[in-house]
């Protein structure tokens, strides 16, 4: 089989296109939390530090000097990013633990007990008479 087929059978197998959509999905999913972060969560918890806006929290290593960039460690985008994660941790959390919860239930339903031996025999009976009315007519 060449390269080229092994890479199509490789790429059109169903676990990789769900991986394709997931991944497309979480890429979505993780703009849509750091827009909650930055734009809803971060501002009143800011205010309530005082006006605190923390995307500009930094310190200062190297001042710029002419053409140089000044040399900062970001600490506020951090805080942001660790919130971001957090919360979208907390979230794949809920809905991992609500499958295996309906996973849980779909186990606990009892399967339909098997038939006794007598409910065995009387349907070998059954069988054992309709075949045999069958033949008489």
């Given amino acids: ?43 009143p918890i800011g205010l309530l530090m005082g006006g ?3 995307s500009h929290l930094a310190v200062t290593l190297k001042a710029a000097a002419g053409s140089s960039a ?18 979208v941790a907390s979230a794949i959390f809920l809905v991992i633990k609500g499958i295996n919860a309906l996973k849980r239930k779909q186990e606990e339903t009892p399967a339909a007990p098997a038939p006794s031996v007598e409910e065995r025999l009387l349907r070998d009976i059954r069988d054992i008479l309709r075949s045999k009315a069958e033949k008489v007519l």
Avoid: Q
């Avoid at 900062?72 to 919360?87: K, M």
């Fill in 52 to 54: 605190m806006d923390f």
């Fill in 1 to 43: 089989m060449g390269l080229g087929k092994e890479f199509k059978t490789f790429v059109m197998r169903g676990n990789v296109m769900d991986m394709a959509v997931g991944i497309i999905i979480g890429v979505a999913f993780g703009k849509i939390i750091s827009s909650l972060v930055n734009d809803i969560l971060m501002p």
């Fill in 70 to 87: 000044a040399v900062t460690l970001r600490y506020g985008v951090f805080i942001n990013v660790v919130v971001d994660f957090l919360i």
